[in-house]
């Protein structure tokens, strides 16, 4: 009787370390998997930050901020960026604050002669459910008296102050000026052909 309860009970015991056993490798292929999705939403996110480029505040979005200046060594600079205004009613950008140095908003004019100026504004307004491009020849945010030796493709932090709605914090990337991208070589291929042919077949027939 005793042999018949202690072959019982070690079948109850095997099978029970089989099922858990097999729930084990379960459990732990399940956490692999877990671990494995955790990894690389992760990582997409870490991506997606590092290449985002796009801020937004109360309905203003401000798309990629970059930062163009003349050299490491450069007092002055210009930053550009997409001002997207997606309330009904206009949006007033006041003014901005940077490290960088002393930000002003501005606008470059073209006069008759075709004569760029530099003008100071108070604000920039951009009206209901429209966008206004930042950009050289228009309208800009002009630093000047920078502080720091500037690096390409490094962030630099500003803060813009919206009339009522607050303010906006955001990263201007610097970038390497445009170069020109026109030729200044000029290709003269004018062919000069001198084909005259002078024939001078004047007969002096002296009859004496």
Same mark, same amino acid.
Not at 131 to 141: A, Q, R
Not at 160 to 171: N, P, S, V
């Given at each position: =009787? ?18 858990? /056993?097999?729930? %084990? ?17 992760? %990582?997409?996110?870490?991506? @997606? ?9 109360? +309905?203003? *979005? ?7 200046? %003349? $050299? +490491? ?5 210009? $930053? ?7 309330? !009904? !009613? ?13 930000? =002003?908003? #501005?606008? *470059? ?7 760029? /100026? @530099? ?20 309208? #800009?945010? @002009?630093? =000047? ?16 102050? %919206?009339?009522?709605? $607050? ?10 000026? /445009? /170069?020109? +991208?026109? !030729? ?6 004018? +062919? ?8 001078? $077949? #004047? !007969? ?5």
């Amino acid at each position: =009787m005793r042999d018949i309860d202690f072959n019982f009970n070690h079948e109850i015991i095997l099978s029970m370390v089989y099922r858990y /056993k097999k729930d %084990f490798v379960i459990l732990r292929f399940l956490l692999r998997k877990i671990s494995l999705s955790a990894l690389i939403a992760l %990582f997409s996110l870490g991506i @997606m930050v590092a290449n985002a480029t796009e801020v937004d505040l109360n +309905k203003i *979005t401000v798309s990629n901020p970059h930062l163009v200046v %003349f $050299g +490491k060594n450069a007092k002055s600079g210009s $930053g550009y960026f997409v001002l997207s205004n997606n309330n !009904s !009613s206009a949006v007033i950008l006041n003014k901005v604050t940077s490290d960088i140095g002393a930000a =002003m908003l #501005h606008k *470059t004019d073209i006069d008759e002669k075709g004569i760029a /100026k @530099m003008k100071h504004l108070e604000n920039i307004v951009v009206p209901g459910n429209r966008s206004l491009k930042l950009e050289p020849g228009g309208v #800009h945010i @002009m630093f =000047m008296n920078i502080r720091n030796k500037m690096e390409e493709n490094e962030r630099y932090p500003a803060t813009l102050f %919206f009339e009522g709605l $607050g303010t906006l914090e955001i990263d201007f990337i610097l970038k390497s000026p /445009k /170069k020109n +991208k026109k !030729s200044d070589k000029h290709k003269h291929g004018h +062919k000069h052909k001198h084909g005259h042919k002078h024939k001078h $077949g #004047h !007969s002096h027939k002296h009859d004496h």
